[in-house]
C-alpha cells in the first residue's frame, strides 16, 4: 500500500512537470525580465480589444469608418500605462526639473545640447541617482513590452510587431538603446552613461572649438530652414483660402502650383542642410574619438547612437521632414553619410 501511494505521487509530480513543460513559454518582444502575469494581462487586453473590433465591423458602413474602428481600438494598447508615461516625462522628458544654474549638472546639460542630442538624453545622461535610473529603465521597458503584447493579441500577428519595433529602432537612437541595450542589460546604463556627464569636460575639451562652430552652424541653419518653411507654407495657405470653394478646377491648378513651389523651396534647403551635415560629421568623429579615450568605446557607442540614429527627422522637426518625404526630395549625400 505504502509503495503504491509512493508510485502515485511520484506518476503525479511527473504529470505536473510534463505539462509545465508543454506549456507555451512567453515569449518576450524587449524585455525578458516582464513578469508574467503583466505580460499575460497585457495580451488579454489586445484580445479583448480585437474581439469589440470585429464585432463594432459588422455596423460599419464605410472603408474609412472602418478604419477609424481600427485605429480606436488599436489604439487601446498604446493607451497602457498613462500613468509611467506621465512619470517618465516628468523625470527625462519635456517636464523634467532644470538643474541649479552654475552646477556642474547644468554644465554637462548645456554641452550636450550643444553637439545636438535631445532632452530625453540629455536628462538621462547627466542622471545622478543610479537608483532612479535604473527604475526608469525598469518601467520604460516593462510598459513598451506590454504595450506590444497587447498589440500581439489585437494584431495576431507577430513578425509584423518585430517589423515595426525594427522600424522605431532605426528612426530613434534613444528607442534604438533602450530596447537593445537597457531593457537587456540593467547595469548597461549606469555603467554606461554616468562618466559622459561626470567626465564632460575632458572629452569634450578635446573638441570644443569644433563643437562651437557645429552648434552655432546648426542652430543657425536649423532657424533659416524653419523660417522659410514656415512663411512658405503661409503664403500657400493665403493663396488657397482666396480661391472660392465652387471652382474646383481653379483649386486643383492652384495646388499643384504650390506643390511645386515648396518642393522647389525644399530642393533649395538641401545645400543648406549639406553645410550642417558636414560640420556634424567633423564633430562626431572628434567626440566619438575623445569619449573612447576617457569613458571607453560603449559610452562613445551610446552618444553616436543617439546622435545620428534619426538625425535628419530630429534636427528638420516632423512636419518639415514629412515635407521632404512628400515632395520626394533627397538628402544630399554629406547627410546620407550621417549612419551608424
Known amino acids: 500500500m505504502q509503495s503504491s501511494r509512493v508510485v502515485l505521487v511520484v506518476l503525479v509530480a511527473v504529470v505536473v512537470?510534463?505539462?509545465?513543460?508543454?506549456?507555451?513559454?512567453?515569449?518576450?518582444?524587449?524585455?525578458?525580465?516582464?513578469?508574467?502575469?503583466?505580460?499575460?494581462?497585457?495580451?488579454?487586453?489586445?484580445?479583448?480589444?480585437?474581439?469589440?473590433?470585429?464585432?463594432?465591423?459588422?455596423?460599419?458602413?464605410?472603408?474609412?469608418?472602418?478604419?477609424?474602428?481600427?485605429?480606436?481600438?488599436?489604439?487601446?494598447?498604446?493607451?497602457?500605462?498613462?500613468?509611467?508615461s506621465q512619470w517618465l516625462d516628468a523625470s527625462i522628458g519635456s517636464q523634467a526639473e532644470k538643474p541649479r544654474e552654475n552646477t556642474h549638472e547644468s554644465h554637462s546639460q548645456k554641452v550636450l545640447k550643444m553637439i545636438g542630442l535631445d532632452?530625453?538624453?540629455?536628462?538621462?545622461?547627466?542622471?545622478?541617482?543610479?537608483?532612479?535610473?535604473?527604475?526608469?529603465?525598469?518601467?520604460?521597458?516593462?510598459?513598451?513590452?506590454?504595450?506590444?503584447?497587447?498589440?500581439?493579441?489585437?494584431?495576431?500577428?507577430?513578425?509584423?510587431?518585430?517589423?515595426?519595433?525594427?522600424?522605431?529602432?532605426?528612426?530613434?537612437?534613444n528607442v534604438k538603446l533602450m530596447f537593445e541595450n537597457e531593457c537587456a542589460r540593467p547595469e548597461f546604463a549606469p555603467n554606461v552613461y554616468s562618466c559622459i556627464a561626470d567626465k564632460v569636460d575632458q572629452w569634450s575639451g578635446q573638441c570644443s572649438k569644433i563643437i562651437d562652430v557645429y552648434n552655432q552652424t546648426r542652430v543657425a541653419v536649423n532657424t533659416q530652414m524653419l523660417q522659410t518653411y514656415v512663411d512658405t507654407l503661409s503664403e500657400i495657405e493665403n493663396r488657397l483660402a482666396q480661391i472660392p470653394e465652387e471652382n474646383a478646377a481653379l483649386m486643383r491648378k492652384e495646388i499643384q502650383d504650390s506643390q511645386m513651389i515648396m518642393g522647389g523651396i525644399i530642393s533649395q534647403m538641401v545645400n543648406l542642410e549639406a553645410f550642417k551635415c558636414r560640420h556634424f560629421s567633423q564633430m562626431s568623429r572628434c567626440i566619438n574619438s575623445a569619449l573612447t579615450e576617457v569613458c571607453g568605446s560603449e559610452s562613445a557607442h551610446a552618444v553616436e547612437i543617439s546622435l545620428k540614429v534619426g538625425y535628419l527627422r530630429r534636427e528638420r522637426g516632423d512636419d518639415l521632414h514629412e515635407q521632404f518625404f512628400d515632395s520626394e526630395i533627397e538628402p544630399h549625400r554629406a547627410c546620407q553619410a550621417i549612419s551608424v
Do not use: W
Not at 38 to 57: D, K
Not at 136 to 146: G, W
Open 17 to 84: 512537470a510534463t505539462t509545465a513543460q508543454m506549456r507555451p513559454k512567453l515569449q518576450r518582444f524587449i524585455f525578458a525580465n516582464a513578469d508574467d502575469q503583466l505580460v499575460l494581462q497585457g495580451r488579454q487586453v489586445g484580445e479583448n480589444e480585437r474581439l469589440n473590433y470585429l464585432e463594432s465591423l459588422q455596423h460599419a458602413q464605410s472603408e474609412d469608418e472602418k478604419m477609424e474602428l481600427y485605429v480606436k481600438h488599436l489604439s487601446k494598447c498604446s493607451n497602457i500605462g498613462q500613468d509611467v
Open 119 to 173: 532632452d530625453v538624453s540629455i536628462n538621462f545622461f547627466t542622471q545622478k541617482n543610479t537608483r532612479k535610473m535604473r527604475e526608469i529603465i525598469q518601467a520604460a521597458c516593462l510598459k513598451n513590452e506590454i504595450q506590444f503584447q497587447c498589440a500581439l493579441g489585437f494584431l495576431q500577428d507577430r513578425e509584423k510587431i518585430l517589423n515595426d519595433i525594427e522600424n522605431m529602432k532605426n528612426n530613434d537612437g
